[in-house]
């Protein structure tokens, strides 16, 4: 088997890098500072669509119309990381049917729940726990991912990145699901100052 790491990454983890560098916050600039620390040390970067879709939610292209085409703004933030990433190290996967089956079984196992973070004041949120659905599915996109990477013998490791600390609540087999913090450990490598 190779010594190679292929690393999913959540959407928390790459919305920041969408932003103004002027704009980000302490620990936006601490990541930042990680991937570039740690860009070069991993093997691919796997983006799902789910989460090229929830990014796409909140980007602004004049040339989209309405911002509705979708296509376009996809392609823009695809080509970024491209750049950002290397332009043979980035991937796109889709949703298949080992992901919804993965779903299934994750979500059904999943015991925890998480609080609901709604700003309404009026106090009329249906349920003040669930369980985050979005969560759980690019999760289980990754764990299916991960199960035909194996197959292949192709990578040693399969990680998940994200800062979302629920995200690493939920437990497969294949799957290392780690925060920046977490990545740079186990690369050896130290923290340095924030930009």
């Not at 043979?88 to 049917?97: A, P, Q, R």
């Not at 764990?143 to 994200?162: M, Q, V």
């Not at 629920?166 to 100052?193: C, P, Q, R, W």
Request: proline share 1%; hydrophobic share 35%.
């Amino acid at each position: 088997m190779n010594n190679k790491i292929c690393c999913v990454l959540d959407t928390c983890a790459l919305s920041f890098l969408l932003e103004k560098e002027s704009e980000l916050n302490e620990s936006e600039k601490e990541w930042y500072n990680s991937f570039e620390l740690i860009k070069n040390k991993i093997d691919v970067f796997v983006i799902s669509s789910l989460v090229m879709h929830e990014l796409s939610l909140n980007i602004n292209i004049p040339e989209a119309k309405d911002n509705k085409d979708s296509n376009l703004v996809l392609k823009k933030i695809f080509n970024f990381f491209k750049y950002f990433f290397g332009i043979d190290k980035v991937e796109i996967i889709d949703l298949n049917e080992d992901s919804i089956t993965e779903y299934r079984n994750l979500y059904k196992n999943t015991s925890f729940l998480i609080e609901c973070q709604c700003d309404n004041k009026k106090d009329v949120c249906k349920s003040k726990k669930y369980k985050h659905k979005i969560d759980a599915l690019i999760v289980a996109q990754a764990s299916a991912y991960a199960n035909n990477i194996y197959n292949n013998d192709k990578y040693s490791e399969f990680w998940l990145l994200t800062e979302d600390k629920n995200m690493k609540k939920y437990k497969t087999n294949n799957l290392k699901i780690y925060s920046f913090k977490d990545a740079k450990i186990n690369l050896g490598i130290e923290d340095v100052l924030p930009l």
